[in-house]
């Protein structure tokens, strides 16, 4: 199993750029595939990225795709999401996800981090 623990969150006007890091601690990093999503208040946890075991195999939802970038180094057992020209709406908690298998669904992955805080201000 792995840990997710994510870092690099905080309170940016729209328009900037920040990066999201993943450290999962755990065995066999490289075998799992890797999430990100969100969750704002009041609504649902919702899917952003995702980055199989195979590094260029990604997928974004709609709302970032051009804007988020999603990459993962294996060998230091890290995923990032790379956010530009962010908005007021992507505030929101931002949680990393690891599963064996591949998914886009919360319900699809099994081992969460506990989720960074991103504000996004006009």
């Known amino acids: 199993q792995v840990r997710p623990v994510e870092s690099g969150g905080g309170l940016v006007q729209a328009g900037d750029s920040m990066r999201l890091s993943c450290v999962a601690s755990g065995h066999l990093f490289s075998t799992y595939a890797m999430g990100w999503f969100r969750q704002a208040p009041g609504k649902e946890r919702e899917f952003v990225a995702a980055i199989g075991e195979i590094p260029r195999d990604t997928d974004y939802e709609d709302s970032v795709q051009g804007r988020f970038f999603i990459y993962r180094e294996n060998d230091r057992n890290v995923a990032y999401l790379q956010m530009n020209t962010l908005k007021p709406g992507d505030t929101g908690i931002y949680y990393c996800?690891?599963?064996?298998?591949?998914?886009?669904?919360?319900?699809?992955?099994?081992?969460w981090g506990q989720g960074t805080q991103v504000t996004v201000s006009t």
């Open positions: 996800a690891a599963t064996p298998s591949w998914s886009t669904r919360p319900d699809g992955f099994l081992y």
